[in-house]
T-cell receptor, first 116, second 111 residues
Framework: AQKITQTQPGMFVQEKEAVTLDCTYD???????LFWYKQPSSGEMIFLIY??????QNATEGRYSLNFQKARKSANLVISASQLGDSAMYFC?????????????FGTGTRLTIIP | SQTIHQWPATLVQPVGSPLSLECTVE??????LYWYRQAAGRGLQLLFY??????ISSEVPQNLSASRPQDRQFILSSKKLLLSDSGFYLC??????????FGPGTRLTVT
């Protein structure tokens, strides 16, 4: 079974609008972490935001926020006031806290295109 | 600040040829290091990770291998490349916190 599911292969959003990128996950581990990365056309993976499973509040980093709904096992990325430079692939990833586990499991990504 | 380097940036190699990709990290000590592969239009797949010199864990059995000869150096190798080895190879590091930071990547095409 997929551990990370991103159901939106592509999205088109008008500049300055807010956008929500969906991510659902599957784990039986009570301790885990969720990440969002941005991959522009250059290929480099850029860390955006992190949410721990025990964090009481939703993570925020500038224009990025993570809408963490633990009971629904979702961790959607919200980008406020989108900009042309936000056009990129976005990946959701999960780290399960098994002892010695260093593995990040990635979703298949969402290609976001911001329209001027 | 920390910096991660990868070279070469692009590589075209024939089937059956050897491979050596290098990754180095600056500005930190004793990082965890990772090799990922991204096939075209896909997410990332963890290949190897290392928590210290000479310590390598393999996630996916294949014809690739990794080595960590120095604290901040991580090398991905193959004795004989396959067509299926084509992809985008990313090195990443992690120090204390949970997030991993990625290098610029190497685009490998096996012909």
């Amino acid at each position: 079974a997929q551990k990370i599911t991103q159901t939106q292969p592509g999205m088109f959003v008008q500049e300055k609008e807010a956008v929500t990128l969906d991510c659902t996950y599957d784990t039986s581990d009570p301790s885990y972490g969720l990440f969002w990365y941005k991959q522009p056309s250059s290929g480099e993976m850029i860390f955006l935001i992190y949410q721990g499973s025990y964090d009481q509040q939703n993570a925020t980093e500038g224009r990025y926020s993570l809408n963490f709904q633990k009971a629904r096992k979702s961790a959607n990325l919200v980008i406020s006031a989108s900009q042309l430079g936000d056009s990129a692939m976005y990946f959701c990833a999960m780290r399960e806290a098994n002892f010695g586990n260093e593995k990040l499991t990635f979703g298949t990504g969402t290609r976001l295109t911001i329209i001027p | 600040s920390q910096t991660i380097h990868q070279w070469p940036a692009t590589l075209v190699q024939p089937v059956g040829s050897p491979l050596s990709l290098e990754c180095t990290v600056e500005g930190t000590s004793n990082p965890n290091l990772y090799w990922y592969r991204q096939a075209a239009g896909r997410g990332l797949q963890l290949l190897f990770y290392s928590v210290g010199i000479g310590q390598i864990s393999s996630e996916v059995p294949q014809n690739l291998s990794a080595s960590r000869p120095q604290d901040r150096q991580f090398i991905l190798s193959s004795k004989k490349l396959l067509l299926s080895d084509s992809g985008f190879y990313l090195c990443a590091w992690k120090r204390i916190h949970y997030e991993q930071y990625f290098g610029p990547g190497t685009r490998l095409t096996v012909t």
